[in-house]
């Protein structure tokens, strides 16, 4: 099955799942966009839906039929932020916050 992923800079990519008997999981895409995008698996968090409501991330061990996936189904690609152990907080301003 072919899912679109789309990446919060608004990038879209189209993924290829193996789902024989409607039984790949949400791990087997993550798999699959890891490994075409060359991303860290452990940082890949899914998420379905339209953006207009909050959504939680998919669950691993769910199998993609039980969230309604199938071939042509529109996911969201979110990152996981590092952790590396610093204590630093870092606060954005726009230009304008400045004067």
């Known amino acids: 099955m072919k899912v679109a992923v789309e990446i919060l800079t608004g990038s879209l990519f189209h993924v290829d799942v ?13 798999q699959a966009i890891a490994s075409q995008q060359k991303l860290p698996f452990d940082r890949l968090i899914l998420l379905q839906g339209d953006g207009e409501e909050e959504e939680a991330p998919l669950d691993d ?19 996981k932020l590092l952790d590396d152990g610093s204590s630093h907080n870092f606060v954005f301003t726009s230009p304008e916050a400045a004067f």
Do not use: C, E, R
């Open 18 to 30: 193996k789902d024989d008997d409607n039984a790949a999981t949400v791990a087997d895409l993550k």
């Open 61 to 79: 061990d769910s199998p993609l039929a039980d969230y309604g996936i199938h071939d042509g189904s529109h996911i969201y690609l979110f990152f």
